[in-house]
């Protein structure tokens, strides 16, 4: 019998990690977000910071760098390594029992191997724009171009290693805009299918 | 004050126009489709089928076909007459009262001057070619091969006349795979979000 996963990709800002979060604790099901880093870092010696960056986000959104920069002459990168590790881990966590997992492709990798509800969380570029100066405060770089990077390499990072298209409806069960129905409806509504 | 309006884009097959039926009945509230083509068909001239097809279809998937093909020395063709027509009865019904409208882009050519609700139906292929035979019996050309076609040249149409990709999530207040959930499912949540 395979185990019930919720898969949740989302846009940078979207809020989709507190979904993640709150959709978890009603459930009674644990929520693999940070503590997916965490077991990421003990298996791989990387660091957190370093996971959280370029285990969802390509180094470039130029393609021809992200898919030659960087490779030995196996044409193997260390990126690579990391998608690999990050992947067996995934496996495992969905193979221990139902779970909600935030980002890091698991819609992709566990497509065959789990009971999915696969989840896309996206927003309006001013209402995310508004969420990361909110949770992050301001910084040098406006949040628009912020957002603007995050979703290309992100987007880069996905088509890479799944050869599927990041956001496309298609490829999820449900895609919410979380702008318009606040987070606390995208809660309800995903428990409520689970 | 805006009128509450919901459109319903949907992939071929995937059950959205009975999907957007279901719900206007639940909430007492008119539906277009077909009544949307007679309403075009008598404003037009143009005969249903050829409303039916080319009002959301472009006439071929070659996108330099249809940007240059069947224009006269101004560059404009009858498919931009058809698209002038839909708008105006489209903006116009807007106008009249709550209502749903499935697919002609009312998402896009409402964004502005109503209150919409903007859904997304898609369905896996396996699925809609299950109910495309249903509905519409066996033809020569198999139904992978008609989905895939009638899917290529409603991207086309879409993006010809807005600008914007159609069936990205991000176009969407919710997308929903009616294969998953069913439509019953698809009529409580929409109804559910109004």
Redo the contacts between chains.
Sequence with gaps: MKNRIITISR?FGSGGRTIGKEVAEKLGIPCYDEKLINKIAEKSGFAKEYIADRGEYAPSVNWFVNMFGGRDYNGHSISDDLWKIQREIILELAEKGPCVIVGRCADYILKDTADCLTV?I?ASKEKRAERIVKLYGERDEKPEQRLLDKDKRRKVYYQMYTDTEW????N??????SG??GIE?CVE?ITG?Y
Excluded: T
């Excluded at 956001?167 to 298609?170: H, K, N, P, S």
């Excluded at 999820?172 to 805009?177: A, M, Q, T």
């Design positions: 846009e896309f996206h956001g496309v409806a298609d999820y069960h449900i895609s919410l805009d318009i129905f409806k509504l299918l």
